[in-house]
Every structure is written in structure tokens, then in C-alpha cells.
């Protein structure tokens, strides 16, 4: 190393970084969670990566992204959750004789999807970006 590196640290320390997160390109998934063909209300979903990390982002309506997830084999896992408390009742009914919209309920999941070893989710993250949506049943996980 140059005698300049020394005075430089910093930016020794950045060309490093830089250098060492080029090979570690992740991905960036999307999707949606549908429950016996209805989008999940609310719920909370999980990848544990092959390296051993877990990142985590809400469904909302079924919907959910994530940024960043290492390039490999994922494992998925799922909970539901409750909607959020809303602010004000809900509708009785619809503007110009519509029906009301139906309020957010909470859907059960069986407490296999939980557990990123018997829910039965996962796929290959490739860099870039991807989509894969997540049939599930309210029956559980299906058995091989």
C-alpha cells in the first residue's frame, strides 16, 4: 500500500466497502398472499435467507415487497394480523345505493405457515427484480 493510503483511511475503508458489496447483489420481491383466493387483510411476512438473516415486511390487502434479500434459497414464513384499529365505524352502507365496502377482518392461517420449516414457502431469490405470489389454504400447508 502507498504511503498516500495511510493518510487516506477513509477512503481506503470505502474503496473496501464498495469493493466487497459488489459481489453480493440482492433482490427485490413482490407479490401477493392470497388466502383460499382471497388477498390476506393484514399479516406479517418473513424470509430467512440462506446466510442465516431474516427480513421481515407487512402484507397489507394481500400486497407485500421486499428490498435487498440476498441472491439464494429463501424460506418463507407467515403470520396473520389483526387489522388496525380503525379510526371511525365503519360504513352501513354505500354512496348512491352501493353496498358498503367490506371492513378489513382478521384471517386465521394455520400455525404451520409460522414456521419456515412446515410452511412449505420458499424459492430461489435471483438479483433483480421478481415476483412470486403466495396461494396459501386455510387448511395448511400442503404435505408432500
Known sequence: MSP????????VLLLFAAAWGCGSAGGT???????????LSHGMLFVHDAAGGVTSTPVTAGLYEFHGIPAGPARLAIRP??????MAPPPTSGAGGQPAEAAARFM?????YADPATSGLAFEVMPGSQEHDLPLSARGPAID
Open 4 to 11: 498516500a493510503a495511510f493518510r487516506h483511511p477513509p477512503a
Open 29 to 39: 420481491i413482490s407479490g401477493t398472499v392470497t388466502v383460499d383466493g382471497e388477498p
Open 81 to 86: 394480523l389483526p387489522p388496525p384499529p380503525m
Open 108 to 112: 386465521r392461517l394455520d400455525p404451520a
